[in-house]
């Protein structure tokens, strides 16, 4: 009698808990769909009611703390998530929720070894692979962002934003056959996939491709034309083909959409300036200031406003490339002669050319901390500017552009020392030579001519030919020697010495050269030079002409289709035949 009254007994606990446990799973069960629907109270309401029927149950713990960690309470989020690990150490899904909430809370290397964390326990935990890859793309970890974001990709290919990060990073260490491959799969299953028509664009755009960028551009553009991102992009290829009118129309679209683009507004500077229209290019132009690749520096003095300098002495600081501080350092001499004093920083490089040439004024080095020397502090020092931001205040319409015969001036007996070099090489006139300009970043590939495509003018009778890169390049000189014969004399001096490069280019008869510093110092120096120019140049060459406002001495050839240098070449070719 006892053991059938202690069965039923038992046998009646055991209904009571495995109804307990149906009550709870249903009501994780709803909070789960709840929360899916967008209904966040109605699932937290759930979950609660979960954790009141059993309130050690790891999964309500763990449901309960992600929701409240999306709705910002971090806190009480914090609790359940570490409740549900104190539970189970090894619950995945819960470490990933608690580095969501490190997130939110910036503490960034927590979130990290949360998502670790996650991804030890299950490799296959997409959204850990992802949160992860951004906070090491957040870091500068780029390798090990891209790894991350690779192996999100494969699990769950359309999370938000994933595929746009995988192209960036892919797009950095240049694999754009693996992107390109990837988003043009995509586009065979879903034609009309908005992403990977951006996407793709953008890669397409860094691959120097802009005809076929801007017809990607356009197909996702017809999908939503209310991107500003979209839009910006399809301003910049429409610019790379030389359609300025339509490149400013798009980056005005992108700017109403969202008035503080500073990418946009930036980018519609450029565009302007490529016209020569200086009055509306200038005042946006000073946005590079705020760009994280600018170096931040100390502001000691005000700011000249552009009123009188009379009586009042201005220090005028260094930045950007060489090239544009010489571009720049035209618009010195008007500062010198109007300030009381004008004291200089430029580079290391350009100190004595620019002692020599700006005698009046002080100048010293750029120290890689920006920092101004106390002897320059101490001069009284009343107004500060940027070299580039000068011609917002001197260069307002292409009528102030003086014409001049040269503003820097190279070493008298450095010069001697070159033109006797130059002329033991025999009769003929004596060409400096450049044909590699910009980095990965300032479109090299489309600034840049092979050595051996420059063959019909370095075949020209009479004349010799002399290297002018910045780079050591006699490797790629000796290989064209040996297959057609031709010389170009190498100088390693002139890479160590930029003064020695200042006096060989006055040296020589003619500078001939792809867009790059060279250009800038020939033009500066007052000698001949011709620039061989791609179809949609950086704005400094202008978007149309033979001439530069900036240098008189300087001839622009430019390409008459985008990517085609053949005909440029087989011009100076002429020209230069003309010219022996």
Request: glycine share 6%.
């Amino acid at each position: 009698m006892l053991s059938n009254l202690l069965l039923r007994i038992f046998g009646r606990a055991a209904r009571v808990k495995e109804a307990g446990r149906r009550a709870v799973d249903e009501c994780l069960q709803q909070g789960y769909r709840n929360q899916h629907a967008g209904e966040q109270a109605a699932a937290e309401r759930c979950y609660r009611r979960a954790l009141e029927l059993d309130p050690g149950n790891v999964d309500a713990h763990y449901l309960l703390g992600a929701l409240l960690g999306q709705t910002g309470n971090l806190a009480e989020a914090t609790a359940h998530l570490d409740r549900a690990l104190a539970l189970k150490s090894d619950f995945a899904d819960a470490h990933a929720a608690r580095g969501n909430v490190f997130l939110l809370q910036d503490d960034r290397p927590a979130a990290a070894a949360s998502y670790a964390r996650a991804i030890g326990l299950d490799p296959g935990h997409a959204i850990a692979h992802f949160n992860l890859g951004l906070i090491q793309q957040g870091a500068g970890e780029h390798a090990e962002a891209l790894r991350h974001f690779e192996q999100a990709y494969a699990l769950a290919p359309d999370l938000p934003d994933l595929l746009k990060n995988l192209t960036l990073l892919q797009i950095e260490f240049e694999r754009f056959e693996a992107a390109e491959s990837g988003l043009q799969r995509v586009l065979e299953r879903e034609p009309q996939h908005y992403d990977a028509l951006k996407c793709l664009g953008l890669t397409l755009q860094k691959m120097h491709c802009p005809d076929r960028a801007l017809q990607s551009y356009l197909r996702a553009r017809a999908l939503d034309g209310a991107d500003a991102e979209l839009l910006n992009n399809l301003g910049i290829v429409l610019q790379d083909l030389g359609r300025l009118d339509e490149a400013i129309a798009s980056y005005d679209a992108a700017i109403a959409l969202k008035p503080d683009f500073a990418l946009a507004i930036w980018h519609r500077s450029l565009a302007y300036l490529l016209q020569h229209d200086f009055a509306r290019g200038w005042p946006d132009y000073e946005l590079r200031l705020i760009s994280a690749e600018q170096p931040r520096r100390p502001t000691l003095f005000p700011r000249w406003d552009g009123t009188a300098l009379a009586g009042r002495k201005i220090l005028v600081f260094a930045e950007q490339g060489l090239g544009d501080e010489i571009m720049f350092a035209s618009c010195l001499p008007q500062v010198i002669a109007a300030s009381a004093h004008c004291v200089i920083e430029c580079s290391a490089k350009l100190e004595t050319i620019f002692r020599r040439s700006f005698p009046a004024a002080t100048v010293y080095p750029a120290r890689a901390d920006r920092e101004v020397p106390q002897s320059v502090r101490d001069m009284g020092i009343d107004l500060q500017l940027p070299i580039g931001s000068l011609p917002l205040h001197l260069r307002k319409t292409r009528s102030d552009f003086p014409v001049h015969d040269g503003y820097l001036e190279a070493d008298i007996a450095m010069t001697d020392k070159w033109r006797a070099r130059l002329a033991a090489l025999g009769a003929g006139l004596k060409v400096g030579i450049s044909w590699r300009g910009g980095t990965a970043r300032s479109r090299r590939p489309v600034r840049s001519i092979a050595l051996a495509q420059w063959l019909p003018i370095l075949q020209v009778e009479g004349a010799h030919f002399v290297d002018l890169q910045y780079t050591d390049c006699r490797a790629e000189i000796e290989t064209l020697r040996v297959a057609t014969d031709v010389h170009v004399h190498a100088w390693e001096e002139t890479r160590a010495n930029y003064d020695d490069t200042a006096a060989l280019v006055t040296a020589l008869d003619l500078v001939i050269s792809v867009c790059t510093a060279v250009i800038h110092l020939g033009g500066a120096l007052g000698r001949p030079v011709w620039v061989m120019a791609p179809y949609s140049p950086e704005w400094r060459y202008g978007i149309a002409g033979t001439t530069m406002p900036w240098y008189p001495s300087v001839r622009v050839f430019r390409q008459p289709v985008y990517g085609v240098w053949e005909p440029v070449i087989e011009r100076v070719a002429q020209s230069l035949r003309e010219l022996v």
